[in-house]
């Protein structure tokens, strides 16, 4: 923090002078030691490797999903099945899920509509969904993500080992275009 404030420090000052220099790190080291800022995420060893993958399973995810998506509108149009699907999640911070739901959310074809923060989940409307295999590997991605996430950030709980997915079954409910339940 100290070195981010005083390069900023520096950059507002638009010099290198000496005083510019050490007045700049005396002031970065004043506002860290003054002012502290709590652990965003405490427990967490970020591991560059792993957010590396985590990068290259989202550019992946990209266009293999885009070149889906676009197929599925140009054979289907307008008829091209969704579904809302329920997805429990393991990680209970809110920086992790909000992570989650933002990395499924840039994956063309799926968009979190609803966070229930209470009871862990992200509802995911997602697209082309044609039967229930579509439902579990569309959930199941999602998950992916989590994991992907947990282990990039090194976060000591949460979705490192998957285990079984609470709630029924039928959780979730397919809607073909046009007709709403």
Do not use: N
């Amino acid at each position: 923090m100290i070195v981010w404030l005083w390069l900023l420090w520096i950059l507002l000052w638009g010099a290198t002078s000496a005083v510019v220099l050490i007045g700049g790190l005396l002031v970065a080291a004043g506002v860290v030691l003054l002012f502290p800022l709590p652990a965003v995420l405490p427990g967490v060893v970020p591991r560059p490797l792993r957010a590396g993958r985590l990068l290259v399973h989202l550019l992946t995810d990209l266009v293999k999903s885009g070149s889906t998506v676009a197929w599925q509108v140009v054979r289907h149009g307008r008829r091209t099945s969704f579904a809302i699907v329920e997805v429990p999640l393991d990680v209970d911070s809110d920086l992790l899920i909000a992570a989650v739901a933002r990395l499924t959310t840039m994956t063309p074809g799926t968009v979190v509509i609803e966070i229930d923060r209470c009871r862990k989940r992200l509802y995911v409307h997602a697209l082309p969904v044609r039967d229930q295999r579509d439902l579990a590997r569309r959930r199941s991605d999602v998950q992916a993500v989590e994991r992907r996430v947990v282990r990039a950030v090194g976060h000591r709980r949460g979705a490192e080992e998957p285990g079984p997915a609470p709630g029924r079954p039928d959780d979730t409910r397919r809607h073909p275009r046009g007709r709403e339940p």
